[in-house]
Structures are given as C-alpha cells and as structure tokens.
C-alpha cells in the first residue's frame, strides 16, 4: 500500500517569488507538475506544496468565497517536524534569509522546541522538534 501524502494548496501573487522563497528553503519544483500557473513543491516523498496563481487557486474554490489576505488574516498554520531543534533552527534562518518574516516568536518548552514563519506571501508556517524520550513517555502513560 502506497503512503498517504498530503498536497497544500497556497494561493500566490508571485508564482516565480514564491517558487523561488521555496526553493531557497532547500525544496525542489516537480516541474511534472508546474506549468504557468502552479508549481509543485517537494517538501519530501509524501509532502508537496501546490503553488497556484490567485486566479488558478480560485477554480478550485467554492463559487463566491472570497481568497484570504494571508498578510492580513490567518487562514491554516502549516507545521513540519523537524529532526532536531538545530534543523528547526536551519529551516527558519533559511526561510527568513530567503525574504520570509517572522510570524511569532521562538518556543521553548524543554522537550519541544519550535520556530515560525510567514512566506513572502503571508502564509503561517510552523517548525519544531519534540524530543522522542518525552513522545515515548507520554506514551507509555496512556
């Protein structure tokens, strides 16, 4: 049985911006996938980020709603795990040198550690490490 992966569908002003924000995280275009109006985004085998035109995005949309000003409104928060707090820290500085912003402030929880950005588009994204002992612990209590 095939995994389950799972496809984001962002909306953006900029598709050649916003290919390239994503490919400065380290990510690659499946230009399969891509054309003049989307761009697939390979996070990893079972993770893919669909960038679409605003216009392309709003063919897939219910008739009427309107799209989400993600720079003035949260829509979705997108959250990776990350293998260590250092390559939290690696995905946020790189995001944040590639023309992000910050979306809120590090967290440090001792067994969880977590960073965030915004996309040149505005979109929340969300990166942290959780130390395995404290996933396998709670675990064990239940």
């Not at 002003?13 to 697939?40: M, R, V």
Request: hydrophobic share 40%; glycine share 8%; aromatic share 10%.
């Amino acid at each position: 049985m095939a995994p389950q992966m799972i496809f984001v569908n962002l909306p953006v002003k900029d598709l050649g911006a916003g290919k390239a924000f994503y490919e400065k995280l380290g990510w690659t275009i499946n230009p399969q996938f891509s054309d003049e109006s989307s761009a697939c985004v390979v996070v990893s085998d079972t993770i893919f980020v669909m960038l679409l035109t605003e216009e392309k995005f709003r063919s897939f949309t219910a008739p009427g709603k309107d799209l989400t000003d993600a720079t003035k409104s949260t829509e979705v928060l997108i959250t990776l795990s990350a293998e260590s707090r250092e390559k939290a820290d690696e995905l946020a500085d790189r995001a944040l040198a590639a023309g992000g912003s910050p979306a809120k402030e590090p967290m440090d929880m001792g067994f969880m550690y977590g960073r965030s950005f915004a996309d040149p588009d505005g979109h929340h994204w969300e990166v942290f490490w959780m130390d395995p002992a404290a996933v396998q612990g709670d675990a064990a209590q239940g």
